[in-house]
């Protein structure tokens, strides 16, 4: 399971439960409803802390509050491409700028 999938589980266990318990406090509900709900809200954040990762330096993303980052906060690996319509919110330029920079000063 890569990075991106663990995110996107997490968030559909996170509201299967939460809906699942609303309606169990609405109406009678069988007990093995609740308990599936309580496993769902419990099992969305586990399986993100196991698999939400850097695939380079293996290093957890979890921490990281927002959509899902530019590069890694830690090795700096590109985690993914942004769209045409986002800006980077990226600190750092990427290396080649730098080096553009230095060719036009020779």
């Known amino acids: 399971?890569?990075?991106?999938?663990s995110r996107t589980i997490m968030w559909i266990l996170l509201g299967v439960g939460g809906l699942l318990a609303f309606i169990s406090t609405?109406?009678?509900?069988?007990?093995?409803?609740v308990a599936v709900a309580a496993a769902c809200m419990l099992l969305g954040p586990v399986i993100m802390s196991l698999f939400y990762r850097c695939p380079s330096c293996g290093s957890s993303l979890s921490e990281i509050r927002g959509p899902i980052p530019y590069r890694c906060p830690y090795c700096g690996a590109t985690l993914r491409e942004p769209k045409a319509t986002e800006i980077p919110q990226d600190p750092k330029p990427a290396g080649g700028a730098k080096k553009a920079k230095k060719k036009r000063k020779k």
Do not use: Q
């Not at 609405?26 to 409803?33: A, H």
């Open 1 to 5: 399971m890569n990075y991106r999938n």
């Open 26 to 33: 609405r109406r009678e509900m069988p007990k093995w409803v």
